[in-house]
């Protein structure tokens, strides 16, 4: 089956390359980015601004083809690529946790943005845990249990261009 998307916005960061970014949000502390939607989605970003957090749903735009196995930066062996967070994926889809500072019109300002420059975002979604029980009391998570750490100073390089 074949799927399209469109595009609803692109999101702006300070990351021209993909080497050298943060990995993930919790090692993007205070770095901000915008998103700017298109026009005829701006409607859809009413009552957005009374959430603190927002998951951003995007393209990994810059990744070419994937490999079902993958060395994910925290470590030094291969996983499955669906027991890791690595954008070589058969569906280059991302996403993210980033703090909502405010939007304006047809810009939405974020925080501890760990995104590319001019990456394609495919949806915005509320940030609420509470809803989702994101408080899991009996929390496996694999290999992640002893690299977890690393992801607030991991930067990304070259090995999944």
């Known amino acids: 089956m074949k799927i399209e998307m469109e595009s609803i916005g692109t999101i702006h960061t300070e990351f021209k390359e993909i080497e050298g970014m943060p990995i993930q949000p919790t090692g993007a ?3 901000k980015g915008t998103v700017e939607i298109k026009d005829k989605y701006v409607d859809g970003l009413k009552d957005l601004k009374d959430f603190s957090h927002i998951h951003l749903i995007y393209l ?3 990744v070419d083809g994937y490999k079902l196995e993958v060395k994910p930066f925290m470590d030094n062996t291969n ?3 669906f027991a890791t967070r690595s954008p070589k994926r058969p569906n280059r889809i ?3 946790v980033v703090k ?3 939007v304006e019109g047809n ?3 974020i925080e501890n943005v760990d995104i590319l420059d001019g990456t394609p975002l495919l949806d915005i979604k509320p940030y609420v845990p509470q809803l989702y029980e994101d408080t899991i009391d009996e929390l496996k998570i694999g290999w992640f249990e002893t690299k977890h750490q690393k992801a607030k100073s991991q ?3 070259n090995r999944f261009k």
């Open 79 to 81: 996983h499955g690529v």
């Open 155 to 157: 930067k990304s390089d």
């Open 29 to 31: 502390k205070g770095i």
């Open 94 to 96: 991302g996403m993210s």
């Open 107 to 109: 810009k939405v300002f």
């Open 60 to 62: 990994l735009h810059k």
């Open 100 to 102: 909502l500072n405010k």
